[in-house]
């Protein structure tokens, strides 16, 4: 099966003042049809720019260096800005933490949804249109769509606005869908209602999700494959279960074991040392060297390769162990 | 025998917006505006023993910050009345003007934002010794050297007491808020989110600088959150908020095993955990509601999967359902 | 816990001076303008040590020099640079005693208005209620009349003089100050290290003077710049107009006043050079505080 998101040793660099941060260094991974694949960081870990970079909305001063981002069979960095804005909102359609970053407080949530099909398929009537759009707030849980549509952002809660922001973006049908964080500004129960309205939602419509976040535990539920991101570079990917089950890496094992439900009640939460390195500069070998438990000398002057094994689990660390079971 | 350090009686706080001289003629004209009210929150008690974590769960609206801060005394009450080890200080009322009061620095409180929780001018030599210096705790000779203990306390180098807030990330500008907060030797920590805005790998470091501080400074503390797994974890007591009024109080692996509210079953159930076994999510239905405009009743009637016709109409009683387990539930009835 | 975790190894104070500097010099222009403000500011300073003449000693001052062309000589071969009045002071020197005195009621006036101003700003915005609403409702009234009608209002109540002067433009300014502060001040008391202040009972005159004032100080720069340089022009229509500072000590305007009759005889260069100085004056300070604006302005910053 041909992946339709592949992209190979993409690096986006920032040039400031102060220097060059190198927010995303040579990373690697792609997403099969229809496959949710979650994208696992702290701050700092680059894990937003990679969705950025996808959908080239990186700003000056930050710059795609090199790499290759392959949507079915065009490399996104080689087309021009008018194929790009076509196949943006259409055929990739993404998702943000704060939902007013997609919702435009000033016009009524009709004048939105509408553009947004408008933009992409002039042929459509408008009353064709209004029913979709209507559809699909149904879609996504909203009671009352023909009320809800003549509305503005600011009369809706935090989690009917993302469910909103979830419905434009199913609009056009895409292929992929990004979701950066989508989940992490709401309440607890309303992210769970969420999370389960996504999954369903992917799944009957076959469309390709990318779900970036810092919480393994949302992704640990809904995913198929999750990538391990930390200063940059992808440290450990694999499939969901081998992953949360059987992490390889130390960051990745760190993480987990830092959960408070993977410790026991009342006792010291496992903890992972230290903090992550300032971007402007990063260590000549491994970023992680320094917070790690399972170090040898060679980590401090080279930078790990990556290793992939016949599961397809790839791994970029010098020590972590050759035997699987945990 | 524990004893009770602090007591929570009743305590209530209303928000109101009270109408302008416009809307005032127009009610006097005919029209029927009203006030509108927020009950942050409405009628809380319950008891803190000293030694203990008592945990605060509850989405937004719940009113869990504002209890927080009227426990802190930074905010005034409306109603109802707050002792510390047996002195009532109720901090002061609404009509009165803000004072600054925290029964002798006896209760501090760690803030959520660590970007803004350090004022961005001062050093972290200023920012720590400024309180125990003012109320005359320490001498100025003292304070390099009474800094310097403090940081070592919260695992920060001697060489952070020079520097200034922007100079640090996020986790360690939260230890020196703890620093700041224990430097005048309080006996109740309020911890409002102290850990929410921080990366996990650093939550996880500050929730066990908590847990040893708490086995060596003999702290009690008031956690306050909204991430169950976190509370689960560090606190012997629960509380859990809905719009501004609790439901159930129990012991933590009675609120675990023995759940009775269906807002904290829900709670509980809907949360993501690391589980694999990519499990259906049963979330409850429907939205928050606005603290504005509470449902009649129970407040929870409109999303609860259990509710009856009694649970639109009546409130719950607060009761002892069982040992130090409360709940306000109809179905206990 | 790392010291290489900060990078920042230089002192703070040196690193903030250079972030400020190198921000600042983005705009050339304002660049410039400082240069020329300093210059200004050199001149005012040092104006009784670098003037040709006294123009106010009266020894020196014949009525035969008077309204001398620029450039043109006198009897004993002095050249007059800028020309003389119609005593015959040299305008030169009467320019840089003017730019000083100018200069010094501006800067004096703004800085007793920045006081007042902060303090009835900060803390109506820390105090809240009624408090704040009185104080907001003057500073509103007032800034709805123009500057210079509460200016004559002030002067015409309490007389000419210079304190009275100094007093009408602090009076006249403070409302700015007060509201920029204000507006500084809410952002401030609504952050969480005044609340953690409070928790420490640290007092409020503490709180208000040594937490949320220093954090109010960029706006208030701002703002004191642009003020200044209103303050310098005000002052320079009162004079003009003959109310606010005495002959004795002439300020620009008073000079650009006392040469006006003489603009229709042709004799242009007794109120033009003065009025020129305060031009440039004038538009360097406004520069230089547009830069300072756009420098703390977090939205234009890329």
């Not at chain 3, 907001?136 to 210079?148: A, C, G, H, K, T």
Request: glycine share 8%.
């Amino acid at each position: 099966m041909k992946p339709i998101l592949e992209i190979k040793n993409l690096k986006t660099h920032f040039f400031k003042k102060e220097g060059v941060v190198k927010a995303v260094d040579d990373i690697s991974f792609h997403i099969n049809p229809g496959e949710i694949v979650g994208l696992v960081g702290e701050s700092g870990s680059g894990k937003t720019i990679t969705g950025f970079s996808i959908m080239g909305l990186v700003d000056a001063p930050g710059k795609i260096v090199s790499g290759s981002v392959f949507f079915k069979d065009t490399d996104l960095r080689n087309i021009s800005p008018e194929e790009m804005q076509n196949i943006r909102g259409n055929r990739i359609a993404m998702i943000f933490q704060d939902p007013m970053m997609t919702l435009n407080p000033v016009l009524r949530i009709q004048t939105q949804m509408m553009e947004s099909i408008k933009a992409h398929d002039k042929t459509i009537s408008n009353q064709e249109i209004y029913n979709q759009c209507r559809d699909a707030l149904g879609l996504v849980g909203i009671s009352s769509p023909d009320e809800r549509m003549k509305s503005y952002p600011h009369q809706f809660s935090g989690g009917m606005r993302q469910r909103v922001s979830i419905a434009i973006a199913l609009l056009n049908k895409p292929d992929l869908i990004i979701a950066d964080e989508p989940t992490t500004a709401l309440d607890v129960t309303i992210q769970g209602q969420v999370i389960f309205e996504m999954q369903k939602l992917c799944k009957e419509s076959k469309t390709a999700l990318l779900w970036i976040t810092h919480d393994l535990a949302v992704v640990a539920g809904i995913t198929d494959r999750i990538s391990v991101m930390y200063a940059g570079r992808i440290v450990e990917q694999g499939s969901t279960d081998k992953i949360i089950n059987h992490p390889m890496h130390p960051y990745t094992k760190g993480l987990i074991k830092s959960v408070p439900s993977k410790n026991k009640k009342g006792e010291k939460l496992h903890q992972i040392d230290g903090m992550v390195p300032a971007m402007f500069c990063l260590p000549e070998g491994c970023a992680f060297e320094e917070r790690c438990n399972q170090r040898i000398e060679k980590c401090k002057q080279e930078q790990p390769l990556v290793t992939k094994d016949e599961d397809g689990r790839y791994l970029r660390c010098f020590n972590a162990g050759v035997n699987y079971a945990k | 025998m524990q004893n009770k350090i602090l007591e929570v009686h009743q305590l209530s706080k209303k928000f109101i917006k009270s109408l302008d001289k416009t809307t005032k003629v127009i009610n006097w004209l005919g029209g029927s505006y009203k006030e509108e009210v927020v009950h942050a929150v409405d009628n809380v008690s319950f008891d803190i023993m000293q030694g203990e974590v008592v945990g605060v769960v509850g989405e937004s609206g719940c009113g869990k910050s504002t209890l927080g801060r009227m426990i802190a005394g930074i905010m005034p009450i409306t109603s109802g009345s707050i002792s510390f080890k047996e002195k009532h200080y109720a901090g002061f009322l609404d009509n009165q003007y803000q004072q600054n009061h925290s029964i002798d620095l006896k209760i501090q409180m760690i803030f959520q934002d660590p970007f803004s929780s350090l004022n961005p001018r001062k050093k972290v030599l200023d920012i720590i010794s400024e309180a125990p210096i003012h109320h005359q705790l320490i001498s100025k000779e003292d304070k390099k050297n009474f800094v310097a203990e403090m940081l070592n306390k919260v695992g920060l180098n001697n060489d952070a007491m020079a520097r200034y807030p922007h100079q640090f990330s996020g986790g360690q500008r939260q230890r020196v808020g703890i620093a700041r907060a224990l430097a005048v030797s309080p006996e109740l920590v309020v911890c409002d989110e102290s850990v929410a805005a921080l990366d996990v790998s650093i939550q996880a470091q500050i929730i066990n600088l908590f847990l040893d501080l708490r086995k060596n400074l003999n702290l009690t503390y008031l956690f306050i959150s909204h991430d169950m797994g976190v509370i689960e974890h560090i606190a012997d007591r629960i509380v859990v908020m809905y719009l501004g009024q609790v439901v159930e109080i129990a012991p933590t692996n009675e609120i675990i095993n023995c759940t009775n509210h269906p807002y904290t079953k829900a709670l509980l159930g809907g949360v993501p955990t690391l589980d694999t076994t990519r499990k259906v999510y049963e979330p409850i239905k429907g939205e928050i509601p606005s603290p504005l405009n509470p449902p009649s009743g129970c407040y929870f009637h409109p999303r609860c999967k259990f509710a009856t016709e009694k649970c639109k109409v009546e409130k719950p009683t607060y009761k002892e359902i069982a040992p130090n387990h409360f709940s306000a539930c109809h179905l206990n009835d | 816990m790392n010291s290489k975790i900060s990078n920042n190894k230089a002192k703070h104070k040196y690193e903030l001076l250079y972030k400020i500097w190198s921000d600042f010099s983005e705009n050339k222009i304002a660049v410039v303008a400082l240069c020329v403000f300093l210059v200004i500011l050199f001149v005012a300073v040092f104006a009784s040590l670098i003037s040709p003449t006294d123009p106010y000693d009266l020894s020196t001052v014949t009525i035969m020099n008077a309204r001398l062309a620029p450039m043109e000589e006198d009897f004993s071969g002095t050249i007059y640079w800028l020309g003389t009045d119609g005593a015959g002071r040299d305008m030169l020197s009467a320019l840089f005693y003017g730019l000083r005195i100018s200069l010094s009621v501006g800067l004096l006036s703004g800085m007793f208005a920045l006081i007042v101003g902060a303090f009835f700003g900060i803390s109506a915005a820390y105090f809240g209620g009624r408090y704040e609403t009185i104080v907001m409702r003057i500073v509103d009234i007032q800034l709805s009349f123009p500057s210079i009608l509460v200016a004559l209002i002030i002067l015409a109540a309490f007389g000419k003089g210079i304190e009275k002067t100094i007093l009408a433009l602090v009076l006249v300014q403070w409302a700015y100050y007060a509201r920029t502060a204000r507006a500084s001040a809410l952002v401030e008391s609504r952050k969480e290290y005044v609340d953690a202040a409070r928790c420490l009972s640290l007092g409020n005159l503490r709180i208000m003077l040594n937490h949320i004032l220093p954090n109010c100080i960029p706006p208030l720069i701002v703002v004191g710049t642009l003020q200044t340089a209103h303050a310098i022009s005000l002052e320079a229509t009162l004079s003009f107009l003959g109310l606010g500072l005495p002959q004795t000590k002439p300020s620009l305007g008073l000079l650009i006043g006392n040469g006006f009759e003489f603009v229709h005889t042709g004799d242009y260069w007794i109120s033009i050079f003065p009025g020129i100085a305060l031009l440039i004056t004038i538009v360097s300070i406004n520069l230089v505080g547009d830069q300072l604006r756009d420098m703390f302005n977090p939205r234009l910053k890329k």
